[in-house]
Protein backbone atom coordinates (compact mmCIF):
# COMPACT_ATOMS: atom_id res chain seq x y z
CA UNK A 1 0.00 0.00 0.00
CA UNK A 2 2.42 2.57 1.01
CA UNK A 3 4.83 1.43 -1.98
CA UNK A 4 2.17 2.23 -4.49
CA UNK A 5 1.80 5.96 -2.90
CA UNK A 6 5.46 6.57 -3.21
CA UNK A 7 4.58 5.88 -7.15
CA UNK A 8 2.82 8.87 -7.35
CA UNK A 9 4.74 12.15 -8.38
CA UNK A 10 2.95 14.22 -6.60
CA UNK A 11 5.19 16.28 -3.96
CA UNK A 12 2.08 17.78 -2.01
CA UNK A 13 0.74 14.16 -1.60
CA UNK A 14 4.01 12.94 0.01
CA UNK A 15 3.99 15.79 2.12
CA UNK A 16 0.67 14.87 3.17
CA UNK A 17 1.33 11.45 3.74
CA UNK A 18 4.61 12.70 6.41
CA UNK A 19 3.39 15.47 8.12
CA UNK A 20 6.06 14.46 11.02
CA UNK A 21 8.67 14.77 8.47
CA UNK A 22 11.60 16.50 9.32
CA UNK A 23 13.08 19.29 6.38
CA UNK A 24 16.44 16.53 6.15
CA UNK A 25 14.18 14.02 5.34
CA UNK A 26 12.07 15.25 2.76
CA UNK A 27 15.16 16.06 0.84
CA UNK A 28 16.83 12.74 1.13
CA UNK A 29 13.11 11.31 -0.35
CA UNK A 30 12.68 14.06 -3.01
CA UNK A 31 16.65 12.94 -3.90
CA UNK A 32 15.74 9.53 -4.65
CA UNK A 33 14.56 8.76 -7.83
CA UNK A 34 10.83 8.29 -9.26
CA UNK A 35 11.40 6.50 -11.75
CA UNK A 36 11.77 2.72 -12.35
CA UNK A 37 11.85 2.13 -9.07
CA UNK A 38 12.03 -1.37 -8.20
CA UNK A 39 9.87 -3.15 -5.06
CA UNK A 40 13.12 -3.56 -3.18
CA UNK A 41 13.82 -0.15 -3.87
CA UNK A 42 11.02 1.20 -2.08
CA UNK A 43 11.33 -1.05 0.46
CA UNK A 44 14.48 0.56 1.05
CA UNK A 45 12.89 3.51 0.89
CA UNK A 46 10.32 2.71 3.64
CA UNK A 47 13.16 1.42 5.93
CA UNK A 48 15.42 4.80 5.41
CA UNK A 49 12.53 6.86 6.71
CA UNK A 50 11.73 4.13 9.54
CA UNK A 51 15.22 4.44 10.92
CA UNK A 52 15.62 8.06 10.15
CA UNK A 53 12.39 8.87 11.60
CA UNK A 54 13.00 6.58 14.53
CA UNK A 55 16.91 8.30 15.02
CA UNK A 56 15.42 11.68 15.01
CA UNK A 57 12.97 10.59 17.98
CA UNK A 58 15.32 9.10 20.01
CA UNK A 59 17.34 12.36 19.47
CA UNK A 60 14.51 14.29 20.65
CA UNK A 61 13.99 12.24 23.37
CA UNK A 62 18.07 12.46 24.59
CA UNK A 63 17.70 16.32 23.92
CA UNK A 64 14.50 16.71 25.99
CA UNK A 65 16.91 15.37 29.18
CA UNK A 66 19.62 17.86 28.50
CA UNK A 67 22.65 17.79 30.86
CA UNK A 68 21.19 14.76 32.71
CA UNK A 69 21.08 12.46 29.24
CA UNK A 70 24.48 10.06 29.87
CA UNK A 71 23.86 7.63 27.03
CA UNK A 72 22.76 8.44 23.62
CA UNK A 73 22.32 4.72 21.37
CA UNK A 74 21.76 5.59 17.40
CA UNK A 75 22.78 2.60 16.62
CA UNK A 76 21.71 1.67 12.14
CA UNK A 77 19.95 4.47 11.69
CA UNK A 78 21.18 4.99 8.24
CA UNK A 79 22.50 8.44 9.32
CA UNK A 80 25.02 9.88 6.98
CA UNK A 81 25.47 12.78 9.03
CA UNK A 82 26.04 13.23 12.71
CA UNK A 83 23.47 15.24 14.29
CA UNK A 84 24.69 18.56 15.48
CA UNK A 85 22.72 19.04 18.20
CA UNK A 86 24.41 16.52 20.03
CA UNK A 87 26.61 19.37 21.84
CA UNK A 88 23.50 20.39 23.56
CA UNK A 89 24.15 16.82 25.57
CA UNK A 90 26.84 18.48 27.85
CA UNK A 91 26.52 15.01 30.55
CA UNK A 92 26.83 12.69 27.69
CA UNK A 93 29.09 9.88 28.44
CA UNK A 94 28.25 7.48 26.04
CA UNK A 95 27.46 7.87 22.26
CA UNK A 96 26.98 5.10 19.98
CA UNK A 97 26.82 6.03 16.25
CA UNK A 98 27.67 2.75 14.90
CA UNK A 99 26.16 0.80 11.28
CA UNK A 100 25.72 4.55 10.21
CA UNK A 101 26.27 5.83 7.08
CA UNK A 102 28.48 9.08 8.44
CA UNK A 103 31.48 10.28 6.24
CA UNK A 104 32.63 13.06 9.04
CA UNK A 105 32.62 13.96 12.32
CA UNK A 106 30.34 17.27 13.29
CA UNK A 107 32.83 19.67 15.11
CA UNK A 108 30.11 20.26 17.78
CA UNK A 109 31.05 16.89 18.86
CA UNK A 110 34.23 19.13 20.94
CA UNK A 111 31.51 20.47 23.60
CA UNK A 112 30.99 16.98 24.75
CA UNK A 113 34.13 17.03 27.41
CA UNK A 114 32.49 14.25 29.77
CA UNK A 115 32.22 11.61 27.02
CA UNK A 116 33.88 8.82 27.73
CA UNK A 117 33.18 6.28 25.02
CA UNK A 118 32.63 7.13 21.44
CA UNK A 119 31.59 4.45 18.38
CA UNK A 120 31.89 4.85 15.16
CA UNK A 121 32.72 1.73 14.21
CA UNK A 122 30.75 0.21 10.79
CA UNK A 123 30.47 3.58 8.76
CA UNK A 124 32.56 5.66 6.23
CA UNK A 125 35.11 7.82 7.88
CA UNK A 126 37.64 8.13 5.86
CA UNK A 127 40.85 9.29 8.30
CA UNK A 128 40.80 8.97 12.62
CA UNK A 129 39.08 12.46 12.50
CA UNK A 130 40.55 15.87 13.79
CA UNK A 131 37.97 16.66 16.11
CA UNK A 132 37.90 13.60 18.51
CA UNK A 133 41.24 15.57 20.18
CA UNK A 134 39.32 17.63 21.92
CA UNK A 135 37.49 14.81 24.19
CA UNK A 136 39.84 15.04 26.93
CA UNK A 137 37.75 12.57 28.68
CA UNK A 138 37.80 10.06 26.10
CA UNK A 139 38.57 6.21 27.30
CA UNK A 140 37.42 3.79 24.35
CA UNK A 141 37.44 4.88 20.79
CA UNK A 142 35.97 2.68 18.31
CA UNK A 143 36.52 2.95 14.15
CA UNK A 144 36.26 -0.19 13.07
CA UNK A 145 34.82 -1.06 9.66
CA UNK A 146 35.91 1.89 8.27
CA UNK A 147 37.58 3.14 5.61
CA UNK A 148 40.46 4.65 7.26
CA UNK A 149 43.88 5.38 5.49
CA UNK A 150 45.00 8.13 7.73
CA UNK A 151 45.37 9.63 10.94
CA UNK A 152 44.23 13.40 11.49
CA UNK A 153 47.19 16.10 12.21
CA UNK A 154 47.07 16.81 15.48
CA UNK A 155 44.64 14.27 16.69
CA UNK A 156 47.30 12.39 19.03
CA UNK A 157 47.63 15.36 20.95
CA UNK A 158 44.73 15.39 22.52
CA UNK A 159 42.98 11.98 23.85
CA UNK A 160 45.44 11.97 26.72
CA UNK A 161 42.63 9.47 28.78
CA UNK A 162 42.60 6.59 25.83
CA UNK A 163 42.89 3.49 27.16
CA UNK A 164 41.00 1.58 23.98
CA UNK A 165 41.51 2.33 20.33
CA UNK A 166 39.90 -0.13 17.98
CA UNK A 167 40.92 0.05 14.07
CA UNK A 168 39.98 -3.00 12.77
CA UNK A 169 38.95 -3.48 9.58
CA UNK A 170 40.14 -0.32 8.04
CA UNK A 171 42.98 0.71 5.26
CA UNK A 172 45.87 1.87 6.80
CA UNK A 173 48.85 1.50 5.52
CA UNK A 174 51.11 3.16 8.63
CA UNK A 175 51.04 4.05 11.89
CA UNK A 176 52.28 7.75 12.45
CA UNK A 177 55.08 8.54 14.62
CA UNK A 178 52.55 10.69 17.08
CA UNK A 179 50.82 7.57 18.19
CA UNK A 180 53.38 7.74 20.94
CA UNK A 181 51.09 10.61 22.47
CA UNK A 182 48.19 8.43 23.20
CA UNK A 183 50.31 7.91 26.93
CA UNK A 184 47.28 5.76 28.66
CA UNK A 185 46.65 3.49 25.56
CA UNK A 186 46.36 0.26 27.29
CA UNK A 187 44.21 -1.48 24.01
CA UNK A 188 44.97 -1.09 20.55
CA UNK A 189 44.02 -3.18 17.81
CA UNK A 190 44.59 -2.54 14.33
CA UNK A 191 43.81 -6.38 12.52
CA UNK A 192 43.03 -6.07 8.84
CA UNK A 193 44.52 -3.33 7.51
CA UNK A 194 47.74 -2.66 5.40
CA UNK A 195 50.25 -2.62 7.71
CA UNK A 196 54.02 -3.24 6.58
CA UNK A 197 55.70 -2.14 9.92
CA UNK A 198 55.23 -0.94 13.73
CA UNK A 199 56.97 1.94 14.12
CA UNK A 200 59.61 2.22 16.82
CA UNK A 201 57.36 5.27 18.53
CA UNK A 202 54.26 2.70 19.08
CA UNK A 203 56.87 0.84 21.72
CA UNK A 204 57.16 3.89 23.84
CA UNK A 205 53.13 3.07 24.91
CA UNK A 206 54.43 1.47 28.04
CA UNK A 207 51.11 0.93 29.39
CA UNK A 208 49.83 -0.80 26.40
CA UNK A 209 48.97 -4.19 27.60
CA UNK A 210 47.71 -6.09 24.51
CA UNK A 211 48.37 -5.34 21.01
CA UNK A 212 46.59 -7.07 18.25
CA UNK A 213 48.04 -6.41 14.70
CA UNK A 214 46.42 -9.51 12.99
CA UNK A 215 46.24 -9.78 9.32
CA UNK A 216 48.49 -7.24 8.02
CA UNK A 217 51.54 -7.19 5.76
CA UNK A 218 54.17 -6.81 8.93
CA UNK A 219 57.90 -8.01 8.06
CA UNK A 220 59.77 -6.80 11.27
CA UNK A 221 59.39 -6.15 14.92
CA UNK A 222 61.44 -3.35 16.28
CA UNK A 223 64.44 -3.81 18.70
CA UNK A 224 62.40 -1.11 20.77
CA UNK A 225 59.83 -4.02 21.46
CA UNK A 226 60.96 -4.23 25.19
CA UNK A 227 60.14 -1.18 26.14
CA UNK A 228 56.87 -2.34 26.46
CA UNK A 229 57.14 -3.79 29.85
CA UNK A 230 53.46 -4.00 30.34
CA UNK A 231 52.48 -6.00 27.40
CA UNK A 232 50.58 -9.10 28.37
CA UNK A 233 49.06 -9.96 24.70
CA UNK A 234 50.54 -9.49 21.59
CA UNK A 235 48.88 -11.06 18.53
CA UNK A 236 50.40 -10.84 15.56
CA UNK A 237 48.17 -13.58 13.12
CA UNK A 238 48.73 -14.14 9.29
CA UNK A 239 52.13 -11.44 8.83
CA UNK A 240 54.86 -11.62 6.57
CA UNK A 241 57.42 -11.60 10.00
CA UNK A 242 60.65 -14.15 9.57
CA UNK A 243 62.56 -12.79 12.45
CA UNK A 244 61.75 -12.19 15.83
CA UNK A 245 63.73 -9.44 17.98
CA UNK A 246 65.34 -11.22 20.57
CA UNK A 247 64.94 -8.32 22.59
CA UNK A 248 61.25 -9.70 22.43
CA UNK A 249 62.52 -11.97 25.29
CA UNK A 250 63.02 -8.98 27.87
CA UNK A 251 58.92 -8.69 27.79
CA UNK A 252 57.92 -10.12 31.67
CA UNK A 253 54.66 -9.89 31.35
CA UNK A 254 54.16 -11.82 27.99
CA UNK A 255 51.68 -14.41 28.69
CA UNK A 256 49.66 -14.79 24.99
CA UNK A 257 51.94 -14.62 21.91
CA UNK A 258 50.43 -15.30 18.88
CA UNK A 259 52.63 -15.32 15.79
CA UNK A 260 50.84 -18.22 13.41
CA UNK A 261 50.89 -18.01 10.40
CA UNK A 262 54.55 -16.30 9.59
CA UNK A 263 57.72 -17.16 8.32
CA UNK A 264 59.30 -17.54 11.12
CA UNK A 265 61.67 -20.59 10.88
CA UNK A 266 63.72 -20.07 14.78
CA UNK A 267 63.27 -18.23 17.24
CA UNK A 268 65.75 -16.01 19.04
CA UNK A 269 67.66 -17.16 22.45
CA UNK A 270 66.31 -16.75 25.51
CA UNK A 271 62.83 -17.48 24.16
CA UNK A 272 62.58 -20.57 25.93
CA UNK A 273 62.91 -18.11 29.24
CA UNK A 274 59.36 -16.26 28.16
CA UNK A 275 57.15 -17.00 30.79
CA UNK A 276 54.11 -17.77 28.34
CA UNK A 277 51.04 -19.40 29.22
CA UNK A 278 50.11 -19.68 25.49
CA UNK A 279 52.37 -19.46 22.44
CA UNK A 280 50.81 -20.29 18.81
CA UNK A 281 53.15 -20.49 16.04
CA UNK A 282 51.16 -23.06 13.86
CA UNK A 283 51.74 -21.99 9.93
CA UNK A 284 55.27 -21.12 10.17
CA UNK A 285 57.77 -22.99 8.69
CA UNK A 286 59.44 -23.76 11.61
CA UNK A 287 63.30 -24.94 10.91
CA UNK A 288 63.36 -25.88 6.79
CA UNK A 289 67.28 -24.73 7.41
CA UNK A 290 69.23 -27.65 7.07
CA UNK A 291 71.39 -28.76 9.90
CA UNK A 292 74.45 -29.72 10.27
CA UNK A 293 77.32 -31.32 12.09
CA UNK A 294 80.65 -29.30 11.68
CA UNK A 295 83.80 -30.19 9.85
CA UNK A 296 87.02 -28.58 11.25
CA UNK A 297 87.75 -25.62 9.44
CA UNK A 298 89.88 -22.62 10.14
CA UNK A 299 88.31 -19.16 10.95
CA UNK A 300 89.24 -16.77 8.46
CA UNK A 301 88.58 -13.26 9.87
CA UNK A 302 88.40 -9.91 8.45
CA UNK A 303 90.80 -7.09 9.75
CA UNK A 304 88.00 -5.06 11.11
CA UNK A 305 86.57 -7.87 12.54
CA UNK A 306 89.76 -8.93 14.25
CA UNK A 307 90.36 -5.43 15.35
CA UNK A 308 86.73 -5.36 16.80
CA UNK A 309 87.10 -8.31 18.73
CA UNK A 310 90.01 -7.07 20.25
CA UNK A 311 89.17 -3.93 21.30
CA UNK A 312 86.24 -4.93 22.77
CA UNK A 313 87.95 -7.65 24.79
CA UNK A 314 90.43 -4.97 25.93
CA UNK A 315 87.12 -2.68 27.23
CA UNK A 316 86.04 -5.73 29.04
CA UNK A 317 89.45 -5.79 30.74
CA UNK A 318 88.60 -2.25 32.09
CA UNK A 319 91.91 -1.35 29.80
CA UNK A 320 92.01 2.35 30.98
CA UNK A 321 94.12 3.80 27.96
CA UNK A 322 91.43 2.20 25.45
CA UNK A 323 88.81 3.16 27.95
CA UNK A 324 89.67 6.71 27.54
CA UNK A 325 90.82 6.55 24.18
CA UNK A 326 87.58 5.29 22.38
CA UNK A 327 85.63 8.65 24.27
CA UNK A 328 87.14 10.20 20.97
CA UNK A 329 86.15 7.89 18.51
CA UNK A 330 82.64 7.91 17.60
CA UNK A 331 82.72 5.70 14.55
CA UNK A 332 84.46 3.08 16.69
CA UNK A 333 82.00 3.25 19.52
CA UNK A 334 79.05 2.32 16.97
CA UNK A 335 80.58 -0.27 14.85
CA UNK A 336 81.15 -2.10 18.44
CA UNK A 337 77.45 -1.41 19.87
CA UNK A 338 76.23 -3.81 17.35
CA UNK A 339 78.77 -6.57 19.11
CA UNK A 340 76.79 -9.62 19.93
CA UNK A 341 77.98 -12.48 23.00
CA UNK A 342 78.97 -15.90 21.65
CA UNK A 343 77.10 -18.38 22.90
CA UNK A 344 79.65 -20.93 23.67
CA UNK A 345 82.60 -18.50 25.15
CA UNK A 346 80.81 -15.17 25.65
CA UNK A 347 82.98 -12.81 23.97
CA UNK A 348 81.78 -10.82 21.46
CA UNK A 349 81.85 -10.59 18.15
CA UNK A 350 80.46 -8.24 15.38
CA UNK A 351 79.93 -8.85 11.93
CA UNK A 352 81.31 -12.40 11.55
CA UNK A 353 79.54 -15.66 13.85
CA UNK A 354 77.87 -18.95 12.66
CA UNK A 355 74.61 -19.31 12.86
CA UNK A 356 73.25 -22.38 15.40
CA UNK A 357 70.46 -23.84 16.49
CA UNK A 358 70.11 -25.80 19.28
CA UNK A 359 66.07 -27.43 19.58
CA UNK A 360 64.69 -27.24 23.22
CA UNK A 361 61.83 -28.57 24.09
CA UNK A 362 58.95 -25.91 24.92
CA UNK A 363 58.12 -25.11 28.28
CA UNK A 364 55.35 -26.90 30.14
CA UNK A 365 53.52 -24.35 31.27
CA UNK A 366 53.07 -22.72 27.54
CA UNK A 367 49.58 -23.73 26.05
CA UNK A 368 49.93 -24.94 22.54
CA UNK A 369 46.92 -25.30 20.13
CA UNK A 370 49.57 -28.07 18.16
CA UNK A 371 51.96 -30.67 18.87
CA UNK A 372 54.98 -28.23 19.08
CA UNK A 373 57.73 -30.75 20.57
CA UNK A 374 61.08 -28.82 19.90
CA UNK A 375 61.44 -25.42 19.98
CA UNK A 376 64.21 -23.94 17.30
CA UNK A 377 66.11 -21.82 19.21
CA UNK A 378 68.84 -19.51 17.06
CA UNK A 379 72.54 -19.56 19.23
CA UNK A 380 74.99 -17.73 17.55
CA UNK A 381 79.11 -18.86 17.88
CA UNK A 382 81.79 -16.75 17.41
CA UNK A 383 84.12 -19.41 15.55
CA UNK A 384 84.98 -22.88 14.45
CA UNK A 385 86.86 -23.50 17.71
CA UNK A 386 83.86 -22.68 19.69
CA UNK A 387 81.35 -24.35 17.40
CA UNK A 388 83.69 -27.41 18.12
CA UNK A 389 82.47 -27.30 21.76
CA UNK A 390 78.85 -26.75 21.48
CA UNK A 391 76.26 -29.26 23.10
CA UNK A 392 74.75 -32.42 21.33
CA UNK A 393 71.80 -30.83 20.71
CA UNK A 394 73.44 -27.83 18.85
CA UNK A 395 73.93 -27.89 15.08
CA UNK A 396 75.27 -25.58 12.34
CA UNK A 397 73.12 -24.34 9.85
CA UNK A 398 74.02 -24.41 6.33
CA UNK A 399 73.33 -20.86 4.63
CA UNK A 400 71.16 -21.23 1.78
ZN1 LIG B 1 83.09 -18.10 21.13
Not at 195 to 203: A, D, G, T
Not at 254 to 270: E, H, M, S, V
Not at 366 to 374: A, C, D, E, H, P
Request: contains cysteine; aromatic residues 8%.
Amino acid sequence: MLFDVFSSNSVDLRMFLFPWHTNSLLLDILCMPNKEFSPYGYCFLFFYCCSKLMAERLLLRALSGGKSTKIVTLNGKKLKKMPSTLERLQGLQTLDLQNNLILNVCPEISSLVQLTVLNLGNNLLQEVPEEVKYLSSLKKLHLFGNRISRFASGVCDGLQNLVLLNLNNNQLTSIPPEVNRLKSLTFLSINYNQLSSIPRELCLLINLSELQLNYNKIICIPEEINFLRNLQKLFLIRNKIEVLPQELCDLANLRILDIAGNKIQIFPPGFQKLKLKELHCEGNPLFLKKPFKAVLQDDLCSLQEITSRFIMNQLNEKDPYLMKAIEYYPQVRKIISHARPCAICGKHFVTMWLECVEFVPPSKKWKTNYNLRLVPLQKLVCSYKCFNRRAPNTFGIAQA
